[in-house]
């Protein structure tokens, strides 16, 4: 009989003098810069940086098993209830939308081909009339053997996002050591939208993803084309946030 073990990785990430000269000459006043209204503008406002919104658009709840996927509220809550008691309020269980409030995934623009995203400045790799790839500018070491630690559980869990070690490294031909990570951004006309993925996994352990301001990434689909396995259960929240410098 297979023995669970339950591995809850709670991510938390919230990221929210004068200089004077003495002289013995008086400067005249210098009026601040007004709008044509007559108002002062909004000076920290930055034009390049598009900050979340305070809706998150849930696009899909599916519980996927070797039976199919499956998007029945009452089951899903019930396999959170049996397997996850405690954090049963993380999925929006039969919402189109909820609200969203977090101030680290702000996007900003900055010189020679490059963004910052939750602090961190990332290159833009590609960029097309639909997605914008970015990638941070430092490489990372490949999952070493610690990341087989439960076996095929932990190998599932590392693939459920589509942009993932190793479909990075496939794609850049294997037999990585190293490989740079990829975060995907929604273009829709002047719009971006930031895809997050939010997910669980019951096999031979039991692993909980609940972070409060993830990367974006989309939901890696060839997960249901042959590798899972009988008694694996794994619920994904497909969702997107629009940023807008609006």
Do not use: W
């Not at 810069?33 to 007559?38: A, K």
């Not at 039969?94 to 900055?110: E, I």
């Not at 490294?169 to 740079?180: E, F, L, S």
């Amino acid at each position: 009989m297979t023995i669970r073990n339950l591995v809850v990785a709670l991510i938390s990430l919230v990221i929210f003098g004068a200089c004077g000269k003495d002289s013995s000459t008086d400067m005249p006043a210098i009026n601040p810069p007004t709008n044509p209204n007559g108002n002062q503008p909004d000076t920290t406002k930055n034009p390049n940086t598009y900050k979340p919104g305070n809706t998150l658009l849930i696009d899909d709840l599916v519980l996927y098993t070797t039976n199919g996927a499956h998007r029945d509220v009452q089951l899903i809550k019930n396999f959170m209830t049996r397997n996850f008691p405690e954090y049963t309020s993380v999925f929006a269980y039969g919402q189109s939308s909820v609200s969203y409030n977090n101030s680290a995934l702000s996007l900003t623009f900055l010189d020679g081909n490059k963004v910052k995203l939750k602090d961190t400045i990332m290159e833009i790799v590609s960029k097309t009339d639909t997605q914008m790839m970015l990638s941070p500018l430092d490489s990372t070491n490949m999952p070493g053997p610690e990341s087989q630690l439960f076996g095929h559980c932990m190998v599932l869990y590392n693939q459920v996002p589509q942009y993932n070690p190793y479909s990075i490294c496939n794609a850049a031909g294997g037999n990585c050591k190293k490989y740079r990570k990829q975060y995907p951004i929604i273009i829709s006309g002047k719009d971006y939208y930031l895809p997050l993925i939010k997910y669980c996994l019951v096999s031979n352990c039991s692993i909980l993803i609940n972070e409060a301001a993830p990367m974006p990434n989309y939901f890696n689909a060839a997960i249901t084309n042959g590798m899972l396995q009988n008694n694996d259960s794994l619920l994904v929240q497909v969702s997107r946030l629009q940023v807008t410098n609006k």
